[in-house]
């Protein structure tokens, strides 16, 4: 079997791509459109699982959707599968395709992560990343290696910043992983001329052009709020000391409405953000205790609570004592260019980032800043996109992005009768931990 011909006639990327993977257990492919990513993946599954030794080797590919794994991958791996004959049974209904050697390709979709719970894998190809949400390989394709130190191969095409751009990144410096970045014109493929490139930059938007063709995870929609380049450029810079030591400290508190929501503390003094303190399934009198610890530690001038969901937390803390400020995302802007006040929130955080501020280089912050969209309502003001929205695109809350907005809600001025300095130390932890 080990010479059996397949049909698969590897290009020379492909190639090195296969030889590369045969030294690396884990590999992150960006590839332009067209480049022939999901043969590719294929023809990884099929070879991996006609050379398996044993008689249970377990290898599945998988889409951000099943219907989509189907549509893109089921008849590629039939076709290559086909020359085994009798010595490969394949399921229609199930989707999955068993050698007669006991070895096992199977598809499936992120939507529904519960059908790979507790399950092993020999092997994983998962396609178009940028759509899969963060949890699935966490929680659980990468358990599902561990019995047997399985493989994993991603592949796909960037789409802003999500769990694709942060595994590259990551996949650039990390021993054992590898790295592999494809532009359509360093390719030089036969299907892809020159002047088939040159039209397609012409009659598409230059954003969509860098980013399905020039692999660039920079690219952002035109209506992106904040680019991806201006988030990164926020995370490498460093606060200017004299004025950070000389502007208010302010903290934004954006409380957990769903289950998958994060609390979230985000404290900032002008330029520079501190690195925020993130809480899960925290109850309202557990946040309380944690908002007033930071209170006492950072000593704000001014403390921002989004009042959706932390009425609760808002009545303790001024039951506590501590003066706190509601602020309704969906109350009125200071100025009628903006639609509603989470809207100006972010938007003067843009201006913030665009001006010089610093932000943590934290992967969640970075995919948080750069998910949401605007847009221009009826009366032509400008309208940050929903939460629930951001959600039927496949992208979580933007809760740290939501708390560090909130430090924007008011003006603010520092009250020095409130500390004897006004400066932070760089190694100060402002939040008492």
């Not at 590369?20 to 992150?28: I, K, N, S």
């Not at 023809?43 to 959707?65: E, I, K, Q, T």
């Amino acid at each position: 079997m080990a010479n059996l011909d397949t049909g698969y006639r590897p290009h020379p990327h492909q190639v090195e791509i296969h030889r590369q993977m045969a030294r690396h257990r884990f590999g992150v492919l960006v590839c332009h459109r067209r480049f022939g990513k999901t043969v590719l993946a294929v023809n990884m599954l099929v070879d991996a699982a006609l050379r398996f030794p044993g008689r249970d080797g377990r290898f599945c590919y998988v889409a951000p959707y099943l219907k989509q794994a189907t549509r893109i991958a089921w008849d590629y791996l039939k076709d290559h599968l086909a020359p085994l004959g009798d010595h490969c049974r394949v399921n229609e209904a199930g989707k999955y395709a068993t050698l007669l050697s006991g070895s096992r390709i199977a598809l499936y979709g992120a939507d529904n992560p519960d059908s790979m719970r507790g399950l092993y894998f020999d092997g994983v190809v998962v396609d178009e990343v940028a759509d899969v949400k963060p949890n699935v390989w966490g929680e659980i394709l990468r358990p599902a290696l561990a019995d047997r130190t399985g493989w994993a191969f991603f592949i796909g095409t960037p789409k802003g910043v999500n769990l694709f751009s942060e595994l590259y990144e990551s996949a650039l410096s990390t021993p054992g992983w590898y790295a592999g970045l494809y532009r359509a014109d360093e390719t030089d493929l036969p299907w892809l001329p020159a002047a088939e490139l040159e039209l397609a930059r012409q009659t598409m938007s230059d954003a969509q052009y860098r980013q399905e063709f020039l692999c660039d995870f920079s690219a952002s929609a035109e209506n992106t709020l904040i680019t991806f380049d201006l988030a990164l450029a926020a995370t490498r810079r460093q606060a200017d000391q004299r004025l950070t030591g000389s502007s208010p400290r302010v903290l934004g508190v954006d409380v957990a409405r769903f289950g998958s929501d994060r609390t979230v503390i985000f404290l900032r003094q002008g330029p520079k953000a501190f690195e925020p303190v993130v809480l899960t399934d925290a109850d309202n009198m557990t946040v309380a205790g944690r908002v007033a610890k930071v209170i006492d530690s950072a000593l704000p001038d001014a403390v921002f609570i989004d009042g959706g969901g932390g009425q609760g937390v808002i009545d303790r803390l001024l039951q506590l004592g501590y003066p706190v400020t509601e602020v309704n995302f969906g109350g009125r802007a200071s100025r009628p260019i903006w639609a509603n006040k989470r809207s100006e929130m972010w938007d003067e955080l843009k201006s913030w980032l665009a001006a010089g501020g610093s932000i943590p280089d934290l992967p969640d912050l970075k995919a948080d800043l750069c998910g949401p969209t605007y847009f221009y309502d009826s009366l032509n003001r400008m309208a940050l996109e929903k939460k629930e929205r951001l959600k039927e695109r496949g992208l979580r809350s933007p809760d740290l992005g939501d708390a560090l907005a909130l430090t924007f809600a008011y003006p603010v001025a520092p009250v020095a009768a409130r500390r004897q300095q006004n400066t932070l130390e760089t190694d100060f932890d402002p939040y008492g931990r």
